[in-house]
């Protein structure tokens, strides 16, 4: 995995006309792959309806690799719209065989109606999780709408004194235009572009000390535009790394894409570690 400097506009605009000619077969079987995650997850929803039990942090199987843990703060999944929790078995997985003893999941209420409450009761849970684990910070990684909201309480209400990087996963950062018909539920409408939740995401935020990571693929059919799910702020640290041969729902769940994850989660300083070029995740 390689990360970016922040220009994302520059960034994604530039690579996809390139890749218009394989663009058919190549959304032909991330399309073939979303349709078998999303069987597969509907199977798995009933698992993550019910809020995780808070408990002491579990050890890693017997056989799962003994990684050094000192100094990694926990780190709490944030679900996507109309999700839950078990989104993330994979990912969980995988975090807790390289290292990651505390992980946590976090649902929010699929009635939940308005991404500033939600921020809200993300900041409750992040400070509960500070106090119980005696971490000063945590990190988060966010998919889809889960990022958003992540993203909300870091630049909105403080949290970057909490969250030291956030990851976000096909996340609408300037607002999708997809599926219009939506915008019957408030918190479609505030995912629009120029809404007034992205509207305050465009303001100004200095010293924002947490460091974000966007993951983002042009086969994502929930992102339009695609460009959507890069950050593009002048005062936030920020890279920006796409995922060549998945849809939305692979981003949480691709093997590929949980080890880029892993490693965008082990850097301090990714600014200042990541080399300039960047030629992202290929998973196809």
Known sequence: ????????????????????????????????????????????????????????????PPDA?????????????????????????????????????????????????????AAELLGRHVEEICERTGHERVDIV??????????????????DARVRTLVTLGTPHAGTRVVPLADAHPIVRQMRPGSDVIEELREPAPGCRTQFVSFWSELDQLMDPVETACVDHPDLVAQNVRVSGVGHLALPVHPAVASAIRQALDLTKPAADTPASADGVTVA
């Open 1 to 60: 995995m390689t990360l970016t400097r922040v220009q994302p506009f520059r960034l994604c605009g530039a690579l996809l006309p390139a890749r218009l000619a394989g663009l058919p077969i190549a959304l032909l079987k991330a399309t073939a792959l979303e349709l078998a995650i999303l069987a597969g997850h509907l199977l798995l929803y009933p698992s993550g309806i019910v809020q995780e039990r808070r408990a002491a942090p579990q050890p890693p």
């Open 142 to 159: 966010g998919h889809s709408l889960g990022g958003l909201i992540a993203r909300y309480y870091v630049q909105r209400l403080g949290g």
């Open 65 to 117: 690799p003994r990684l050094p843990t000192r100094h990694k703060p926990p780190v709490l999944l944030l679900h996507g719209f109309i999700d839950n929790r078990s989104v993330f078995v994979l990912l969980r997985r995988s975090l807790a065989q390289h290292g990651r003893q505390h992980l946590e999941s976090l649902n929010y209420s699929p009635l939940t109606c308005d991404i500033r409450k």
